[in-house]
């Protein structure tokens, strides 16, 4: 796992480089924000948890950018109400994942000029715009058991973990440097284990997924007027 998920950052921090040398309209933008997420397990359905999420977005082209990511964030779930009502089983956990994930802008509209940047080239920006994104990286989970499941309870697995995240994000331009953000997206790690639990009739790995609502503001970018 620490193998692949090393090449895969090599890989993009190579396509970060590349391109920005390309892409001279770059920006770089710190985002700051929080949400929720849900974990969907072998036990019960998931309930919806907390997250906080802060990064870095490097533009890298016209229409793409790459964010460098962590978000921090707690699960629990429970058979109460289930199916699996009388086995009785419950967990907790923390989930922290750094994540790298490359973003295409799909959507824009309203383009305008909010300054220039350290080569004293002009950028233009869109008000409105949404992307897709995916990428890569690590997740570290550490599930307490509850109910029945500390009878069975057996921690002989890893805690660590590739994941895959595959999402969609709107953002919109409050002024020259600052945006409000939306991002949903789905996680799929490789383990079965995030709620400490796996079986037999388990048929696919667990997944999690987050919403976060944020805040970006670009960096060096000299736009002529205040913050405000």
Known sequence: MRKIFSILFIFFLTLTFTYGQRWRHTWTEVVFGGGANK???????????????????????????????????????????????????????????????????????????IGTNFRELIINEPKINAYIFAGAGGLYFNPTPGGELEQVYNDNFSKLALTIPVG??????????????????????????????????????????????SISWKLNIHTGTSLF
């Open 39 to 113: 974990i969907y397990g072998d036990i019960g359905g998931g309930k919806i948890g907390y997250a906080f999420q802060g990064g870095v977005r490097i533009k890298i082209q016209e229409f793409s950018t790459i964010k460098f990511s962590v978000t921090y964030g707690n699960g629990t779930g429970s058979d109460t109400g289930t199916k699996n009502n009388d086995r009785g089983y419950s967990y907790q956990t923390i989930l922290i994942e750094p994540l790298i994930q490359f973003e295409y802008h799909f959507f824009t509209r309203q383009n305008e000029r």
């Open 168 to 213: 969609l994000g709107f953002k919109y331009g409050l002024n020259k440097t600052l945006a409000a953000n939306v991002e949903f997206g789905g996680r799929y790690p490789y383990s079965d284990y995030l709620d400490g639990y796996t079986s037999s009739f388990s048929k696919a790995r667990d997944i999690y997924f987050f919403g976060i609502i």
